[in-house]
Structure formats: structure tokens, C-alpha cells
């Protein structure tokens, strides 16, 4: 599945007028992507590195640029095999390192555990696609913090409840947990569909990083191997909420910041709607799924 993917995108590097600025791109192939400054570069790596700063680009200027970002995205994410970790207890400043290392543990244990849902599901995918999403998106559940997830891509759509009555609140608090399902939807069968073509990849947690500013944040490094010993890191950006558990905040691979892109791609697509977030939220999956298979051909 990966190189099937890794052929669309070359095909649609082939003959499509490059949206975004790229340091290398996908393929081993051969072809070539234009990048943003009107340049062709050799088609030699098999990792996109977007150079990605979104207020340096001024957000994305429309559906093509948001669908071909949402398909070289979940591309890269598909190497993401665990979204999440998740620590119980009361923790004290005191036990903050240990808990922290705890975390990193989990993260193995977590990921040994959907694997193994990756391999059973070979043997009924075909027929029952849809048990397979059922079963990842169980092993997940209760360790993404979707509704914080949400809240971070609305970014400013949401900050602006501050200012609502209290009936324009309940409202936006209403869209932000629609937009929570909404998401937690996508990138769950993303990442599903990904995991059955990675399921051979060697992993290692690499360790963990403290955040100075607080005990309860955390940056947790993985390291995944793909072909010819390449190696991806990914960082789980991790938060501990009141219940004691650490949750997923944000997911960066490579360079890529999953929710800095989610937030441009929503603030684009707000400003096509004419700030319609019931719009947004309705087409998020559909509609960008659509759109990339539309230039991509398949």
C-alpha cells in the first residue's frame, strides 16, 4: 500500500504545478516535483520534508492545496503506529521523571498492542474492512484527547467563543465536538490503512523528553525503520490531565507538524465557507478525500 501511494504522488508530481515548498520528495522512482520557487528537483528519497512555515506561506489558497497536503500527510502518517500514551495515577512533582519513563514504556506496549491487530486483521480485511477500523480505533480510545485536538485546529475559530453570548458558546462548543468526531473518524481509517502496509517495520522508543516549563508535558521520540534501514522519527507531544493519564496533544513526523497543518488547512477552509463552520466540519473528510483522488487519479 505504501508504494501504491508513493506512486500516486509521483504521478501526480509528473504533471501538476507544485503547491508546496518541498526539500526532497517522494520515490525512488525517478520524476521530478516543482517546488514553489519554480524549481524541478530529482525525485530521490522516499520522505517528503515540507519547508512549511505556515505564516511565511499565508495559509493555503484553496481545495488543491488542501487535499494534496491531506494525502502527503496521512502518507507520512501512515508510519505513525501508536497515536498515544496513556499513565494512570496521581503523580507529584517528585515522581514526575519516573512517570515520564513510564511513558515511554507504554508507548511500547501500546504499539506491540496494535500491531497485533494489524496482523489478525490479514485474515478477514477483505471481507470486513470495517471491524479492522473498529478494532484500532478501540485500542485508541481514551488516549487521544480529540476534543483538545479539535480545539488547537479551530485555533482562532474557537478562541472567538470568548467573545459570544452564552448561547453562541454552547453552539461553538457543539461544532468543536462534531469536529472532534469528525477527526477522530479520518485519521483513525488514515492510519489504519497505513498500519497493514507498515506492519513489518522495526520500532524503538528513543526516550523521552521533559518539557522545563512543566512536569505534566512531555516529548516522547520514536524511531521507525523502513526500507533500506531508513529511519522516521516521530515525536508524540504528550500531555498529563488531572486523571493522572497522558494523552496525545500533537504528533510531528519528520518535520511535518500534524496540527499546524490541520489548523492552516481548517483556517483555509473557514475562509472558502465564509466562516461556516458547519460547512467545514461536514466536508473535512469527504470532500478532501474526494478532491486528492481526483488529481491523483486513482
Same mark, same amino acid.
Given at each position: 500500500?505504501?508504494?501504491?501511494?508513493?506512486?500516486?504522488?509521483?504521478?501526480?508530481?509528473?504533471?501538476?504545478?507544485?503547491?508546496?515548498?518541498?526539500?526532497?520528495?517522494?520515490?525512488?522512482? /525517478?520524476?521530478?516535483?516543482?517546488?514553489?520557487?519554480?524549481?524541478?528537483?530529482?525525485?530521490?528519497?522516499?520522505?517528503?520534508?515540507?519547508?512549511?512555515?505556515?505564516?511565511?506561506?499565508?495559509?493555503?489558497?484553496?481545495?488543491?492545496?488542501?487535499?494534496?497536503?491531506?494525502?502527503?500527510?496521512?502518507?507520512?502518517?501512515?508510519?505513525?503506529?501508536?497515536?498515544?500514551?496513556?499513565?494512570? /495515577?496521581?503523580?507529584?512533582?517528585?515522581?514526575?521523571?519516573?512517570?515520564?519513563?513510564?511513558?515511554?514504556?507504554?508507548?511500547?506496549?501500546?504499539?506491540?498492542?496494535?500491531?497485533?491487530?494489524?496482523?489478525?486483521?490479514?485474515?478477514?480485511?477483505?471481507?470486513?474492512?470495517?471491524?479492522?477500523?473498529?478494532?484500532?480505533?478501540?485500542?485508541?480510545?481514551?488516549?487521544?484527547?480529540?476534543?483538545?485536538?479539535?480545539?488547537?485546529?479551530?485555533?482562532?475559530?474557537?478562541?472567538?467563543?470568548?467573545?459570544?453570548?452564552?448561547? /453562541?458558546?454552547?453552539?461553538?462548543?457543539?461544532?468543536?465536538?462534531?469536529?472532534?468526531?469528525?477527526?477522530?473518524?479520518?485519521?483513525?481509517?488514515?492510519?489504519?490503512?497505513?498500519?497493514?502496509?507498515?506492519?513489518?517495520?522495526?520500532?524503538?522508543?528513543?526516550?523521552?523528553?521533559?518539557?522545563?516549563?512543566?512536569?505534566?508535558?512531555?516529548?516522547?521520540?520514536?524511531?521507525?525503520?523502513?526500507?533500506?534501514?531508513?529511519?522516521?522519527?516521530?515525536?508524540?507531544?504528550?500531555?498529563?490531565?488531572?486523571?493522572?493519564?497522558?494523552?496525545?496533544?500533537?504528533?510531528?513526523?519528520?518535520?511535518?507538524?500534524?496540527?499546524?497543518?490541520?489548523?492552516?488547512?481548517?483556517?483555509?477552509?473557514?475562509?472558502?465557507?465564509?466562516?461556516?463552520?458547519?460547512?467545514?466540519?461536514?466536508?473535512?473528510?469527504?470532500?478532501?478525500?474526494?478532491?486528492?483522488?481526483?488529481?491523483?487519479?486513482?
Amino acid at each position: 500500500m505504501l508504494s501504491y501511494s508513493v506512486r500516486l504522488v509521483g504521478k501526480w508530481a509528473e504533471r501538476r504545478s507544485g503547491i508546496i515548498a518541498c526539500e526532497s520528495v517522494l520515490s525512488k522512482r /525517478g520524476g521530478s516535483i516543482i517546488t514553489s520557487l519554480g524549481q524541478s528537483n530529482p525525485v530521490n528519497s522516499d520522505i517528503v520534508r515540507y519547508s512549511l512555515a505556515a505564516g511565511r506561506m499565508g495559509g493555503f489558497r484553496g481545495f488543491k492545496e488542501f487535499a494534496v497536503l491531506h494525502r502527503l500527510t496521512c502518507l507520512l502518517a501512515h508510519m505513525a503506529l501508536c497515536l498515544a500514551v496513556t499513565h494512570s /495515577g496521581s503523580v507529584r512533582a517528585d515522581q514526575a521523571s519516573a512517570s515520564q519513563r513510564g511513558a515511554a514504556e507504554v508507548i511500547s506496549d501500546v504499539t506491540a498492542q496494535v500491531m497485533t491487530v494489524v496482523a489478525e486483521a490479514n485474515a478477514y480485511f477483505d471481507e470486513d474492512p470495517d471491524r479492522y477500523y473498529r478494532e484500532i480505533d478501540d485500542a485508541l480510545a481514551g488516549l487521544v484527547d480529540w476534543r483538545g485536538f479539535a480545539t488547537a485546529v479551530m485555533g482562532e475559530y474557537y478562541s472567538r467563543g470568548r467573545a459570544m453570548d452564552q448561547a /453562541g458558546r454552547a453552539n461553538l462548543k457543539r461544532q468543536r465536538d462534531d469536529f472532534a468526531r469528525t477527526l477522530r473518524e479520518g485519521l483513525i481509517r488514515s492510519y489504519a490503512k497505513g498500519l497493514l502496509a507498515f506492519g513489518g517495520a522495526r520500532m524503538e522508543v528513543q526516550g523521552v523528553e521533559a518539557s522545563p516549563q512543566s512536569a505534566r508535558v512531555a516529548s516522547v521520540t520514536q524511531l521507525v525503520y523502513g526500507e533500506a534501514e531508513r529511519v522516521y522519527t516521530i515525536r508524540y507531544q504528550m500531555g498529563q490531565y488531572k486523571d493522572g493519564a497522558w494523552r496525545l496533544r500533537n504528533l510531528i513526523i519528520e518535520t511535518i507538524n500534524l496540527g499546524e497543518i490541520y489548523r492552516n488547512q481548517f483556517s483555509a477552509l473557514a475562509k472558502d465557507a465564509d466562516d461556516d463552520l458547519d460547512s467545514v466540519i461536514a466536508q473535512w473528510n469527504e470532500a478532501v478525500i474526494a478532491q486528492a483522488e481526483e488529481l491523483t487519479g486513482d
